[in-house]
């Protein structure tokens, strides 16, 4: 139980495009998602969390504009890259945790912005 | 901000030898979690061990908890080639807000054969 599945895995695209990852809690109801970014050989840095129905908090110089966050319901958070550039390239990674429970994670995004 | 750290930042083992990593933090937690990652996937939850716990196994895992010295190892024994990934420590501070993780920077195993 308690799967999150992330999509796509992996997105190479030009610069300029916007970029849409979803993240979806397959068999619980996700209160709470969370997004993350990872760089090589770095740990995971928290980006924003989402809580279903409401607007996302995000973290300490996460640009909200660019980074912009869906969760619309109990099992789908979206986030979407505008107008990424290859700074943005990096491996995104969402997880999902219902109520007090632990958090689950996605397989992850590996975004390539040529 | 970051503040788990993990020592050593890369380990390499032989084949059934036990694998010992570390973690240091530095505010009051609620819990501590370890997680492991294989190259280019998501990360799977291993074992949480809780403020008041000071030791938790979970098969060949074995963690601990030093509240006073703000750390914690992970022991791996008998390890295999599959063990081969980063490890990564994770604190949910204490408190309202105790959702979030703050993640340490990883020791990167590598069991040989």
């Known amino acids: 139980g308690a799967v999150v599945s992330q999509h796509p895995s992996r997105v190479i695209c030009k610069s300029g495009t916007s970029v849409k990852i979803e993240c979806r809690s397959l068999?619980?109801?996700?209160?709470?998602m969370f997004w993350y970014r990872q760089f090589p050989k770095q740990s995971l840095m928290l980006m924003a969390t989402?809580?279903?129905?409401?607007?996302?908090?995000?973290e300490q110089g996460v640009e909200k504009d660019k980074f912009l966050i869906n969760h619309a319901s109990l099992t789908l958070s979206t986030l979407t890259v505008t107008s990424a550039h290859p700074e943005d390239s990096s491996f995104y990674i969402c997880?999902?945790?219902?109520?007090?429970?632990?958090?689950?994670f996605g397989d992850g995004t590996r975004l390539s912005i040529l | 901000s970051q503040q788990g750290e993990e020592d050593p930042q890369a380990l390499s083992i032989q084949e059934g030898e036990n694998a010992t990593m570390n973690c240091s933090y530095k505010t009051s937690i609620n819990n501590l979690q370890w997680y492991r990652q294989n190259s280019g996937r998501g990360l799977v939850h291993l074992i949480l061990i809780r403020s008041n716990e000071r030791e938790k196994h979970s098969g060949r895992l074995r963690v601990t908890l030093d509240t006073s010295k703000k750390s914690s190892s992970l022991l791996i024994t008998a390890s295999r080639a599959a063990d081969t990934a980063s490890y990564f420590c994770a604190t949910a501070p204490s408190g309202a807000g105790s959702y979030q993780l703050t993640f340490g920077k990883g020791t990167k195993l590598s069991v040989i054969p």
């Open positions: 997880s999902a945790r219902t109520g007090a429970g632990p958090q689950h």
């Open positions: 068999d619980f109801q996700a209160t709470t």
């Open positions: 989402s809580n279903e129905g409401s607007k996302a908090t995000y």
